[in-house]
């Protein structure tokens, strides 16, 4: 039984998941400084610009404050859960990365390797089924800490993502009736073959839905009422210290990330260069060419993030509510009747 | 009420259209107004490395002044610290003895002068006050220090540099190169 295991493949995924990991890692950590850069160009300022060249060792330093910091965890929390929290939050944050192509196949040592961990023909089931589970990062955290600011924000923080959650998966529907398959690197395939535009192109209405409900599922302001600042002190991480809040403020940056990628994927064709056809380059340079494609449309993506972030102040707790309930899921709605119709009257 | 200027405008209670309600065009156009700053003149000086230029009339740190030879001009006359509004300046007279009138100008001098940089509010009184053109505020301000009795400047602290021995220290307090 052992021995029909193929070992290569193993190796090969290990190494692939080491790498997708630490990558997710490395970037959220200059996103960190990213932020810090455009809220500061935005504002007028020239941001952290001390710590090494242009300030570019800053996130190392922020990293060694957050870890020398004293660890505390309050008398009256439930401790097990309390160290769960982070851990959680962060596992959830770096799951999705799985089904995620990230460029076309390579070849190596006369082996065929994909650049996505698994091809799973669910990829976009299962990237929501680990979106969702993110929320329990809050909910433990926010309710084991034992305060009411934290279970407040905890609450908020669910109901949130419940409410938000419906309309972008409505709006994944549309996609994925024009598509006709769930696997992420099927979509990207399709959106690559001549004569095909992107996603965007056919679902312009769907990926509006679908980028402001990533706001609220990565808790970005404008809808980041789980942090409240100013109303809930901190929100669900008022209680942690140290690395945990590192941890929870670590995992924002990363679903940020992976969120980009994932409407990098879906709507703009994932490592698919514009006017650029790649099965006429040698494989391992399409797949190189791939990755850096996916990452300038990341880099966009992250950047259109924190524009947002440092333009529009946060909405009120029912305001949200009623955006979410009252237009983004009827919108969706709309959007995947009108998709529908149109798939049967130009018999698609 | 009366207004109190024709400026006032009633608040708008129209309930929100649909599109109002999706924010988009609004947020749009907010984006657009921060996308602007991007390529706006930053205002900010790099401190330690880029200093902003005091005003002439900037008053900071005190200075006793000497005459062209060198002499401290102060007297002891202690108008500066009737004139104080803060009490922050404390001095003792000495008398000039036979042999010092390459040090002192005038007969009497002052053997202590202190003045508490705390206390003082940098108002420029003192320099007004002194009858002996003696002391003046300077363009610069207290470095920060750990210790309260290290902002009580003495004569040491506050004396110009001789301009017959030191020149070139001298030309440097006035800020003359």
């Known amino acids: 039984m052992l021995l029909s295991i193929d070992w290569i493949l193993f190796l090969e995924k290990l190494i692939l998941i080491a790498i997708v990991i630490f990558a997710s890692l490395g970037i959220a ?5 990213a932020e810090r850069k455009v809220a500061a160009v935005l504002q007028d300022r020239p941001g952290p610009n001390r ?3 242009f300030g570019l060792f800053q996130p190392f330093a922020d990293g060694l404050k957050l870890i ?3 660890e505390i965890i309050p008398n009256t929390s439930n401790k097990v859960l309390f160290i769960l929290g982070p851990f959680l939050a962060m596992t ?3 799951m999705t990365s799985a089904v995620i192509p990230w460029s076309s196949d390579v070849h190596l040592f006369g082996r065929v390797i994909p650049l996505q961990i698994a091809d799973v023909n669910i990829g976009i089931l299962y990237i929501f089924a680990v979106v969702s589970l993110g929320v329990y990062g809050i909910m433990i955290g926010g309710w084991a800490s034992n305060n009411k600011f934290s279970l407040m924000a905890a609450l908020r923080g669910a109901s949130q993502a419940i409410s938000y959650e419906l309309a972008m998966g409505l709006s994944l529907i549309a996609l994925l009736m024009t598509t006709g398959t769930l696997q992420l690197g099927e979509i990207v395939k399709q959106q690559m073959q001549p004569g095909h535009w992107w996603n965007i192109v056919y679902q312009p209405l769907g990926f509006l839905i679908f980028i402001i409900c990533a706001f609220a599922e990565c808790n970005r302001t404008p809808f980041d009422l789980p942090e409240a600042e100013n109303e809930l002190n901190f929100g669900y991480h008022q209680e942690y210290s140290s690395m945990k809040l590192g941890f929870y403020s670590f995992s924002e940056y990363v679903n940020m990330f992976i969120s980009s990628v994932v409407m990098a994927t879906l709507y703009f064709g994932g490592y698919d260069v514009p006017f650029l056809n790649e099965s006429l ?3 391992n340079v399409a797949a190189i060419v791939g990755v850096i494609a996916l990452l300038i449309k990341v880099v966009i993506f992250i950047f259109i993030f924190m524009w947002v972030r440092w333009t529009i102040p946060r909405f009120r707790y029912d305001q949200l509510m009623n955006l979410g309930w009252k237009s983004l899921v009827p919108l969706a709605l709309a959007n995947m009747l009108i998709t529908g119709a149109l798939i049967l009257w130009l018999g698609k | 009420m009366q207004a109190l200027t024709n400026r006032a405008q009633p608040v708008n209670r129209k309930p929100m259209t649909f599109l109002e309600r999706l924010y988009l065009i609004n947020i749009f156009k907010g984006m657009l107004i921060t996308f602007s700053h991007i390529f706006k003149k930053q205002p900010t000086i790099q401190y330690p490395e880029q200093k902003r230029p005091f005003s002439p009339v900037f008053r900071g740190l005190h200075v006793l002044n000497r005459d062209e030879e060198g002499r ?9 610290a009737v004139a104080c509004p803060a009490e922050a300046i404390t001095m003792e007279a000495a008398e000039r003895l036979p042999g010092e009138e390459n040090l002192y ?7 202590r002068y202190e003045i508490n940089m705390l206390r003082c509010i940098f108002c420029g009184l003192c320099e007004e006050a002194c009858p002996k053109d003696a002391i003046y505020l300077s363009e610069t301000f207290a470095p920060a220090n750990f210790n309260r009795n290290t902002f009580i400047y003495g004569k040491e602290d506050l004396l110009i540099p001789n301009p017959v021995t030191e020149p070139e220290a001298y030309a440097k307090a006035k800020g003359l190169n």
């Open chain 1, 29 to 33: 950590l200059y996103t960190t400084f």
């Open chain 1, 51 to 53: 710590a090494g060249p």
């Open chain 1, 68 to 70: 020398m910091k004293e």
């Open chain 1, 92 to 94: 959830a944050a770096l």
């Open chain 1, 281 to 283: 380059l040698s494989p």
């Open chain 2, 72 to 80: 401290e001009r102060c007297t002891a006359c202690g108008l500066c």
């Open chain 2, 105 to 111: 100008r005038e007969e009497k001098y002052a053997a």
